[in-house]
């Protein structure tokens, strides 16, 4: 795939993503939140990742569950990164309380990654 192939699709994807109507309320403030927090080895953020299995908000309380994972069992910041997550959570306007689930089940795949994420790291 040549350059100009690239940039056609990233070009794509652009006028995709404005086309699409934006998520409201608060649901969209924690997702909003959850793409400021970037994977320490990989340079995409967790949300597009892939590494978000779960995401229950509850509009009226501003409680929000994350369950999530890592793209690996030894992570490095397997202790620690739940909780940055959480506090990046938590400061998301509209959110009460917060608290993050790490699980494994199913272990991360670059299949879970968004379009978006895979073209930023070449695998489109």
């Given at each position: 795939?040549?350059?100009?192939?690239?940039?056609?699709?990233a070009?794509?994807l652009?006028?995709?993503?404005?086309?699409?109507?934006?998520?409201?309320?608060?649901?969209?403030?924690?997702?909003?939140?959850?793409?400021?927090?970037?994977?320490?080895?990989?340079?995409?953020?967790?949300?597009?990742?892939?590494?978000?299995?779960g995401?229950?908000?509850?509009?009226?309380?501003?409680?929000?569950?994350?369950?999530?994972?890592?793209?690996?069992?030894?992570?490095?910041?397997?202790?620690?990164?739940?909780g940055?997550?959480?506090?990046?959570?938590?400061?998301?306007?509209g959110v009460?309380?917060?608290?993050?689930?790490?699980?494994?089940?199913?272990?991360?795949?670059?299949?879970?990654?968004?379009?978006?994420?895979?073209?930023?790291?070449?695998?489109?």
């Amino acid at each position: 795939m040549g350059i100009f192939d690239w940039l056609h699709r990233a070009e794509k994807l652009k006028a995709e993503e404005q086309q699409a109507p934006p998520e409201a309320g608060l649901r969209a403030e924690v997702i909003a939140a959850l793409r400021t927090v970037y994977d320490p080895e990989i340079p995409v953020n967790i949300y597009d990742l892939g590494l978000i299995y779960g995401l229950d908000v509850d509009e009226e309380s501003g409680k929000v569950a994350v369950r999530m994972t890592l793209t690996a069992p030894g992570c490095p910041v397997a202790e620690t990164f739940p909780g940055t997550v959480q506090c990046v959570v938590e400061a998301a306007p509209g959110v009460s309380e917060a608290s993050v689930e790490l699980v494994w089940d199913p272990p991360w795949s670059a299949d879970q990654m968004s379009e978006a994420a895979r073209l930023e790291l070449g695998l489109l």
